[in-house]
Nanobody, 125 residues
Framework: QVQLVESGGGSVQAGGSLRLSCAAS????????MGWFRQAPRKEREGVAA???????SYADSVKGRFTISRDNAKNMLYLQMNGLKPEDTAMYYC???????????????????WGQGTQVTVSS
């Protein structure tokens, strides 16, 4: 059974940093594409970043240069380092996994197979 458990969310002031973690279990982690999504109240879930099994990464334009996605296959862990946080980054952040190779579709949440429960990030101005 696939399980994804996020941690590391919290409340910070604008300009601050947070590091989100996602612990994965129940599948061959290293062969899956992993991603981070976020959803703010009354908004659709949006793709933030993705990292494929070969380590290649993709980012939403809104977070490029501020966020860094990484993975540790030995520990079955996924990370999202978030620097220069802005109030508009406030959202519930979700870890996601798919057995498909990443492509231009990666920001489409319907294409991902597995989801965590989310961790809240709140950025105050």
């Amino acid at each position: 059974q696939v399980q994804l458990v996020e941690s590391g969310g919290g409340s910070v002031q604008a300009g601050g940093s947070l590091r989100l973690s996602c612990a994965a279990s129940g599948y061959t982690y290293s062969s899956f594409c992993m991603g981070w999504f976020r959803q703010a109240p009354r908004k659709e879930r949006e793709g933030v970043a993705a990292i494929d099994s070969d380590g290649s990464t993709s980012y939403a334009d809104s977070v490029k240069g501020r966020f860094t996605i990484s993975r540790d296959n030995a520990k079955n862990m996924l990370y999202l380092q978030m620097n220069g946080l802005k109030p508009e980054d406030t959202a519930m952040y979700y870890c996601a996994a798919t057995s498909k190779r990443a492509g231009t579709w990666w920001r489409d949440s319907s294409r991902w197979n597995y989801w965590g429960q989310g961790t809240q990030v709140t950025v105050s101005s």
